[in-house]
């Protein structure tokens, strides 16, 4: 099966994408499940110099707005910065922190759903009276107990979900997203539950507001068949890949078809890391400048473990992630709560991808795919192997840049 994407283009306007078109992102997920109980923008800042440090680009955020959950996810109050993370100030003093260090802010942008403050129609918490951005009903889908318009995306279901395609609610949304941009200094956006409104409204936000990268999380079930993980996932990357197209190519989404397969493959089914034309399995093998890979997140790993990697096998999915094309993503959790061993060996892998030149449409050619062992040649410079202990890259061109327990990295 092929598939179908628009052309990788430059985009007119020039400072939407420019990340995207660079390649060379590397981003962290600055937060956990529990962040919001250990004085949040305060302990982050502190870890600020060795995040830049590391070499991280960008810093993903929880959502900075206050939340009818200590965590951030179902919001309210959007132009409230005062949230279980902690004070306006705060978060403010961390983002001054941030530009001194260069290290990009990607704000959480959580806009497919939002807690009423009042009762309206049907006696259902569906509107937003007393706050900046007051709705009434109609700024609610009809399928979540509101006044709109059908949703154009999936249900979150037990909480009023935002009808996209009312025109204030766009105008609305886009005066935040401006205001968190230019006057609060998020330079990035992730755009959470992006299942459940259009891509379209996506494309009209970035090309609004301008952030440097973007990322949504358009997480899709993998295809199982039973409790078995299919080899093919064609149809689950074209689903993430249709998704990217309906937002304009403007942004880049989490390739949860590369998590889903790489944690099978770790288990001594390194085959699974070969699609049938050769490539790499996930969206990285079909787009790799909109792929963002990752290993975690806050939903998967942390103490919602809700489809966690193995955890006997981080590195050798850091070995994977952090050699290849796509743009990489490391979790909180490994970098700073697993121990000093790992930290420092995410440090050497990044460290390595920068030195041999790697960015998310370097070229790949896929050496061995066998149960045991996986091993790639990417950009020509780069060798690496996760495995079978015993092997290593034919020509005495090749030396040893690093290791650990079943990975292998060599440079020429």
């Given at each position: 099966?092929?598939?179908?994407k628009?052309?990788?283009?430059?985009?007119?306007?020039?400072?939407?994408?420019?990340?995207v078109?660079?390649?060379?992102?590397?981003l962290?997920?600055?937060?956990?499940w529990?962040?919001h109980k250990?004085?949040?923008?305060?302990?982050?800042?502190?870890?600020?110099?060795?995040?830049?440090?590391?070499?991280?680009?960008?810093?993903?955020?929880?959502p900075?707005?206050?939340?009818?959950?200590?965590?951030?996810?179902?919001?309210?109050?959007?132009?409230?910065?005062?949230?279980?993370?902690g004070?306006?100030?705060?978060?403010?003093a961390?983002l001054?922190?941030?530009k001194?260090?260069?290290?990009?802010a990607?704000?959480?942008?959580?806009?497919n759903?939002?807690?009423g403050?009042?009762?309206?129609?049907?006696?259902?918490?569906n509107?937003?009276?007393?706050?900046?951005?007051?709705?009434?009903?109609?700024?609610?889908?009809?399928c979540?107990?509101?006044?709109?318009?059908?949703?154009?995306?999936?249900?979150?279901?037990?909480?009023?979900?935002?009808?996209?395609?009312?025109?204030?609610?766009?105008?609305?949304?886009i005066?935040?997203?401006?205001?968190?941009?230019?006057?609060?200094?998020?330079?990035?956006?992730?755009?959470?539950?992006?299942?459940?409104?259009?891509?379209k409204?996506?494309k009209?936000?970035?090309?609004?507001?301008?952030?440097?990268?973007?990322?949504g999380?358009?997480?899709?079930?993998?295809?199982?068949?039973?409790?078995?993980?299919?080899?093919?996932?064609?149809?689950?990357?074209?689903?993430?890949?249709?998704?990217?197209d309906?937002a304009?190519?403007?942004?880049?989404?989490f390739?949860f078809t590369?998590?889903?397969?790489?944690?099978?493959?770790?288990?001594?089914?390194?085959?699974?890391?070969?699609?049938?034309?050769?490539?790499?399995?996930?969206?990285?093998?079909?787009?790799?400048?909109?792929?963002?890979?990752?290993?975690?997140?806050?939903?998967?790993?942390?103490?919602?473990?809700?489809?966690?990697?193995?955890?006997?096998?981080?590195?050798e999915?850091?070995?994977y992630?952090?050699?290849h094309?796509?743009?990489?993503?490391?979790?909180?959790?490994?970098?700073?709560?697993?121990?000093?061993?790992?930290h420092d060996?995410?440090?050497?892998l990044?460290?390595?991808?920068?030195?041999?030149?790697i960015?998310?449409?370097?070229?790949?050619?896929?050496?061995?795919?066998?149960p045991?062992l996986?091993?790639a040649?990417?950009?020509?410079n780069?060798?690496?192997?996760?495995?079978?202990?015993s092997?290593?890259?034919?020509?005495?061109?090749?030396?040893?840049?690093?290791?650990g327990?079943?990975?292998?990295?060599?440079?020429?």
């Amino acid at each position: 099966m092929g598939y179908t994407k628009g052309p990788d283009q430059r985009n007119p306007q020039a400072d939407i994408g420019a990340a995207v078109r660079n390649g060379r992102e590397i981003l962290l997920q600055a937060f956990n499940w529990e962040s919001h109980k250990h004085d949040w923008w305060r302990t982050l800042e502190k870890k600020v110099s060795d995040i830049a440090k590391s070499g991280f680009t960008s810093a993903w955020l929880p959502p900075p707005t206050q939340s009818f959950s200590p965590e951030g996810y179902l919001p309210q109050n959007l132009y409230s910065l005062n949230s279980a993370y902690g004070s306006e100030n705060l978060l403010k003093a961390l983002l001054q922190t941030m530009k001194k260090y260069n290290v990009r802010a990607m704000a959480d942008i959580v806009i497919n759903h939002r807690v009423g403050t009042t009762q309206g129609h049907g006696g259902m918490y569906n509107r937003y009276d007393g706050i900046p951005l007051s709705w009434d009903e109609r700024a609610v889908t009809s399928c979540t107990g509101g006044l709109g318009n059908r949703s154009t995306g999936d249900n979150f279901n037990g909480v009023p979900n935002i009808d996209h395609s009312q025109l204030f609610v766009q105008k609305d949304i886009i005066g935040w997203l401006k205001w968190l941009r230019n006057s609060i200094g998020f330079q990035d956006f992730r755009f959470d539950f992006a299942k459940g409104y259009s891509a379209k409204y996506v494309k009209g936000y970035i090309e609004a507001a301008r952030p440097i990268f973007s990322v949504g999380e358009y997480w899709d079930s993998c295809n199982y068949k039973g409790s078995h993980l299919e080899y093919n996932q064609d149809s689950h990357r074209q689903r993430v890949i249709n998704w990217i197209d309906g937002a304009g190519q403007l942004s880049a989404a989490f390739d949860f078809t590369t998590k889903g397969i790489l944690q099978e493959a770790v288990k001594g089914q390194f085959w699974r890391l070969r699609d049938s034309q050769g490539k790499p399995p996930g969206v990285m093998g079909w787009w790799p400048s909109r792929a963002v890979t990752f290993i975690d997140n806050h939903d998967t790993g942390s103490t919602q473990g809700h489809w966690p990697f193995p955890s006997n096998h981080i590195m050798e999915g850091y070995a994977y992630i952090l050699t290849h094309p796509g743009i990489p993503s490391v979790f909180y959790d490994h970098f700073y709560d697993w121990g000093n061993s790992i930290h420092d060996q995410i440090v050497q892998l990044i460290d390595i991808r920068k030195r041999q030149g790697i960015n998310s449409r370097s070229s790949i050619r896929i050496v061995e795919a066998q149960p045991n062992l996986y091993s790639a040649i990417i950009g020509e410079n780069l060798c690496m192997k996760v495995g079978d202990g015993s092997w290593c890259p034919a020509g005495k061109e090749w030396t040893l840049a690093t290791s650990g327990h079943g990975y292998a990295v060599w440079q020429k």
